[in-house]
């Protein structure tokens, strides 16, 4: 049976976690997102390699109750669509896993939408045959 | 004008060949050189001698401006040399084995990663590259007399970022104002207060390092270096600063340009080169009277500063992100909910940063 494993969307997406919260920027889309508590722990263990189920069982360990599997899922399936993780069948697990909080809060993925502009506006609005354009104003500048 | 050939220029080379492209672009600058005339200018940047050499008045009439605050009268040997050529002003088109705007529109979005050595890429409104190897780097737009106010306003982005990255420099999307040397830096996207808060802070006597792009040290205590002499504001906002008016770069623009101000023209005085970062602040407009500040975890001040930083520049990859999240490790942050009266903002911030102790090393 294949266990399904997951890496991050790298180059276009990179994140850093601080005081359990990670920050992820998706750099195709613009969008970014942000999740912490158990949740920032979750996408952690995802990205160092962790099966759905594997951290399904270390949030049961750590809690001591049922019922992980779900919250745990639907937050793959959010990260699939959004596009920050992918599935890697080569991806190797970490041994060591974060720091998990005291107390289990079901993860949510907060996705910001505000920068998108920024990758939306295009540059070019008539190019030469050559290849080199020639610059008309009309997209707002990225400031 | 009809672009003069340059030599060389009949074929173009297939996609991926950098070293071609960057002697190609030079040959360009070369024969724009030769077409007009050379203009050199150093400056010192955060400890780095910068030669920026310019093919032509035009080109050097719109950009050396906001950079004209670092220049040095005796400078040593260049640890970089910039060389910006226009078509339109020298007659000189791009040659063809440069290769395609579409080609480096496309490499800019794709990779941070440079090719032997040398980064490419197309933003708006030019050609930006950066031969490592040789620390050479190019800067070319088609009109110098139609440049966009954002580009020269604040000049070369891309070709700081590539060269002061890898330094330990992180050239960041904020303001940085200061009581004296303890500043801070104001960070969120465009529209958050940023530049508001920062030409407040000009006009009621702090100092001043930008209002939009800060380039950041982290070395020792964290500080934000001044590398644009300019301060931009939307012309909504410019009925609350009256004064500034007359004072304007661009007093003719469209409705959609910022306002510019020459900031080491007007008050040349408060324009500092470095203030050391004692608190990260992220403004909120909120129609109330009072300002307040409200300490914020580093993981939010991370969510302002980091997006827009990130995503205004051209694949900028994991490195940066760790930088700015080494920054927010160190340096406190607060929510700034602004109040409406400029100068209200500008007491309040000045007494805020008065408390502030200096930031770990």
């Not at chain 1, 809690?63 to 992980?68: A, E, I, L, Q």
């Not at chain 1, 920024?118 to 610059?135: M, N, R």
């Not at chain 2, 060389?8 to 190609?24: I, Q, T």
């Amino acid at each position: 049976m294949t266990v399904e494993r997951y890496r991050m969307n790298a180059p276009n997406v990179i994140a850093e976690t601080l005081d359990g919260e990670a920050l992820i920027i998706n750099l195709h889309t613009g969008f970014y997102y942000s999740i912490d508590s158990v949740g920032a722990a979750v996408w952690n263990l995802l990205c160092d390699g962790w099966s759905s189920t594997e951290v399904a069982g270390h949030l049961q360990d750590a809690f001591r109750g049922p019922g992980f599997s779900a919250p745990v899922d639907s937050l793959v399936t959010e990260l699939v669509a959004e596009q920050l993780l992918v599935a890697d069948p080569a991806a190797l697990r970490a041994d060591s896993s974060p720091p998990l909080p005291t107390d289990f809060q079901p993860p949510v993925l907060r996705k910001y939408t505000d920068m998108q502009g920024l990758l939306e506006a295009d540059p070019i609005h008539e190019v030469e045959a050559a290849g080199w354009p020639h610059v008309i104003p009309a997209a707002p500048g990225p400031n | 004008m009809a672009g003069a050939a340059v030599e060389g220029s009949a074929s173009a080379p297939e996609f991926g060949d950098a070293r071609a492209e960057f002697d190609a672009f030079m040959r360009g600058f070369e024969a724009a050189c030769e077409a007009a005339c050379v203009i050199e200018h150093s400056a010192q940047l955060a400890g780095q001698e910068i030669l920026f050499r310019f093919a032509g008045k035009a080109l050097e009439e719109r950009l050396w401006p906001a950079l004209a605050h670092l220049a040095t009268e005796s400078p040593g040997k260049p640890h970089l040399t910039v060389c910006s050529w226009d078509t339109a002003s020298t007659g000189v088109e791009m040659p063809a084995e440069v290769g395609s705007v579409l080609t480096h529109l496309e490499r800019a979005a794709s990779t941070s990663e440079p090719r032997d050595g040398i980064f490419a890429a197309f933003v708006m409104p030019g050609l930006n590259l950066l031969d490592t190897n040789t620390s050479l780097a190019g800067f070319w737009v088609r009109d110098a007399g139609r440049l966009q106010y954002w580009e020269w306003a604040g000049p070369f982005r891309n070709v700081f970022h590539w060269w002061f990255a890898p330094r330990g420099m992180q050239l960041v999307h904020a303001a940085a104002v200061g009581l004296g040397d303890a500043g801070a830096l104001i960070v969120g996207k465009s529209g958050s207060g940023k530049s508001t808060t920062a030409i407040g802070a000009l006009l009621g006597g702090l100092s001043y390092t930008g209002d939009d792009r800060c380039l950041v040290t982290l070395e020792g205590v964290p500080r934000a270096h001044a590398v644009y002499a300019t301060a931009k504001l939307h012309n909504e906002n410019l009925d609350r600063f009256v004064s500034l008016r007359p004072l304007l770069m661009n007093p003719a623009r469209d409705d959609d340009e910022k306002a510019v101000l020459l900031v080491s023209q007007h008050f040349p005085a408060q324009l500092v080169g470095s203030l050391a970062i004692r608190a990260i602040v992220v403004p909120e407009v909120t129609g109330g009277t009072t300002t307040t500040f409200t300490p914020i975890t580093p993981g939010a001040a991370l969510r302002g500063l980091a997006p827009s930083t990130l995503l205004n520049l051209p694949a900028a990859g994991a490195p940066p992100l760790k930088f700015m999240g080494e920054l927010v490790r160190r340096v406190p942050a607060w929510s700034m909910k602004l109040g409406s009266d400029p100068a209200e903002v500008t007491a309040a911030l000045a007494a805020f940063l008065g408390t502030v102790p200096e930031a770990s090393a």
